[in-house]
């Protein structure tokens, strides 16, 4: 299983564009990305998921550069709603895919 | 979208007790669950994966005799902590897997069930 290394924290200001990276350096040729949001006593919720170059959906966008070495997720003008702890996770998305969670990285959006 | 339902979403119980905890997947069969337990201000930790009319897979570290797993059906898997102790009071959070419109895996998480034992 790849293993992942994000940025433990961030902050940012209302409005702003949030951008949160995260290293996979081994990543298998089968494994997929996926971004998942988590509020606190909740489980996570699935943000995007995509395997390379880039996917936007109604919420974010991921970019994945052709090395699939790293990705960026980016949340376009954050609100104090998008407070919250990022996970990224690497993993077999065509057959089982059993989830190894990262620390991930917490975001604090300042209004 | 895909729903997963967990149930209690909390449960206080006296140390010796057994709770049960439900997961269950709404309007789509899952052959697979996972398990999970997180504690205050840390990541998710995977305790087992739960397959439909087979036995569990624990992780490394997790007692399968404390932890019991059951996956009767395509829509539930139950974890029962055993002789529950304050120590194993925790936020267990349970994922289903589901394939997307293009046929990719994706998990959909419970909300949690935060278990306290006195």
């Known amino acids: 299983l790849a293993k992942t290394t994000q940025p433990i924290s961030m902050d940012s200001y209302e409005g702003q564009e949030v951008n949160i990276t995260c290293s996979h350096n081994?990543?298998?040729?089968?494994?997929?990305i996926t971004w998942y949001q988590q509020f606190p006593s909740q489980g996570p919720r699935f943000i995007i998921q995509g395997y390379k170059t880039k996917v936007t959906n109604e919420v974010a966008s991921l970019f994945i550069p052709a090395d699939r070495k790293s990705s960026t997720l980016s949340l376009p003008r954050v609100s104090l709603s998008d407070t919250a702890v990022y996970y990224c996770l690497v993993g077999e998305a065509t057959g089982g895919f059993k989830t190894i969670f990262g620390a991930g990285t917490r975001l604090f959006v300042k209004a | 979208g895909a729903v997963v339902s967990q149930h209690p979403s909390w449960v206080i119980c006296k140390s010796g007790t057994s709770v049960k905890i439900e997961c269950r997947s709404l309007d789509f069969q899952a052959t697979t669950m996972f398990w999970y337990r997180q504690f205050p201000k840390q990541s998710l930790m995977l305790m087992a994966t739960?397959?439909?009319?087979?036995?569990?897979?624990?992780e490394q570290g997790v007692e399968k005799d404390k932890f019991l797993i059951n996956h009767a059906s395509l829509t539930l898997s139950t974890l029962t902590v055993t002789s529950a102790h304050p120590e194993d009071s925790s936020f267990y959070i349970c994922?289903?897997?589901?394939?997307?419109?293009?046929?990719?895996?994706?998990?959909?998480f419970g909300a949690g069930s935060r278990l306290t034992v006195l």
């Open positions: 994922s289903a897997q589901n394939r997307d419109r293009a046929g990719a895996n994706v998990l959909t």
């Open positions: 739960s397959n439909e009319g087979s036995k569990a897979t624990y």
């Open positions: 081994n990543i298998a040729t089968n494994d997929y």
